[in-house]
């Protein structure tokens, strides 16, 4: 068989250990060819395709690319159009499929790639085509329904609290009164900002305040809660998701003057949350801000990746090959928690109709009463997934990374 694999949606640390996962077991399942597809279905769709056998065609190069941030394959943020209304795309990939025999077709990606495995799978199964289509979770944002998490949520919550114990050791030096904001990703979901949470420890105070999308938020109580923790000290930092809403659904972001672009799956670019609040609290508290998106960082850090997720990415990919060698097409792979102490999780199956465009929030009873901080039950679930490390490969004092050359 000859099977094809694409990554889709926002970059993580790991999501290359799943494609490694992907064309290992793929070869030794016995596939003759694996096809990549360059910048996910919309590069698939103009046959932007490699020969994967060509380029990883060693162990070291495997091994590389399970250390190397970003989609290696390149990404994108493509929505299938609904083939009731528009067959073409789906013409046009089938097509594709049939010229290069292609069996399998696998997709790395978070809620909105799994929409293109569902979208898929269903016109095949019209038009009676037996390949089979499987998706592979990633996502920083921890926000896909079943799994317990997702790759690439550990590795970015291990960033947040390394960052945050960094940032709240620098924070402290002058003992004079100043406000740190620090702006997390997540979209609609708090995970990672949650994480935050993690940088409490015998070393560290910890964050003084967490912000969550799943809270409704006013920038005058937010402003009342941060005079109030003035009157007891003098730095205060603060995690602040990037998706934290107002009462009336806007995102808090909205209310500065950042340009807000919006993607095809109708996503609005979340940026500017802590810049803006950081200017409240300057005006209203005339005290020292700083504001500090962690941005990108925190989702490309290769050199701070947890070895767990890095281990359980590369699992996923090897179980959706195995999932789609034993017949089956239209599912998702899910981590399944066992036990925390000892963390054990093994993967499972999904209908991937389950996960694609459905997102995950924290549970509220994981947040405390004042709607500041995490409870010991949210750190007891995020703490196993940031444990141990694997360190890139070094070359002249910096990380080394393998890349998919143009
Ligand atoms: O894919 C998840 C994510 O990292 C979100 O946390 C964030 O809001 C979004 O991607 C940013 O996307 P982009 O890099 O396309 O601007």
Known sequence: MN??????????????????????????????????????????????????????DDDLKIELLKRTPSSFLGSCRYKLKSFETDTTEYEKVFSLLKKYEIECFFYIGGNDSMDTIAKLSAYG??????????????TIDNDLMITDHTPGYGSAAKFVATTMKEIIRDATVYGTEYVTIVEIMGRNAGWLTAASALARG?????????????????????IRKVAEMQKKKNSIVIAVSEGVKLPDGRYVCELSDNVQDVDSFGHKKLTGTARF?????????????????????????????????ITEAY????????????????????????????????TGVVDVNKIANYEKKIPIE??????????????????????????PFYVDGLPYHITLKA
């Open 202 to 222: 015998g070393d560290c105070d910890g964050v003084d305040m967490i912000c969550l999308p799943e809270i409704p938020f006013t920038v005058e109580g937010f």
């Open 277 to 309: 609040l950081a200017n409240e609290c300057a005006k209203r508290l005339k005290t020292k801000t700083r504001a500090i998106e962690l941005s990108t960082l925190q989702r490309c850090s290769g050199h701070l990746a947890s070895r767990t997720d």
């Open 3 to 56: 099977v094809i694999v694409g990554q889709s949606g926002g970059p993580t640390a790991v999501i290359n250990a799943s494609l490694a996962g992907v064309y290992q077991a793929a070869v030794n399942s016995g596939a003759k060819k694996v096809y990549g597809m360059k910048n996910g279905i919309a590069g698939l769709l103009s046959e932007k395709i490699v020969l994967l056998n060509e380029v990883l």
């Open 315 to 346: 699992q996923v990919g090897g179980a959706a090959v195995l999932a789609a060698v034993s017949g089956q097409s239209g599912v998702a792979i899910t981590l399944d928690r066992i036990s925390d102490k000892p963390y054990q999780c093994k």
């Open 125 to 138: 199964k019209k038009i009676g085509s037996n390949v089979r289509f499987v998706g592979v979770p990633k």
């Open 366 to 391: 994981w947040i405390n009463e004042t709607h500041t901080d995490m409870e010991q039950a949210f750190l007891d679930y995020a703490r196993p997934l940031i444990q141990a490390e694997l360190p």
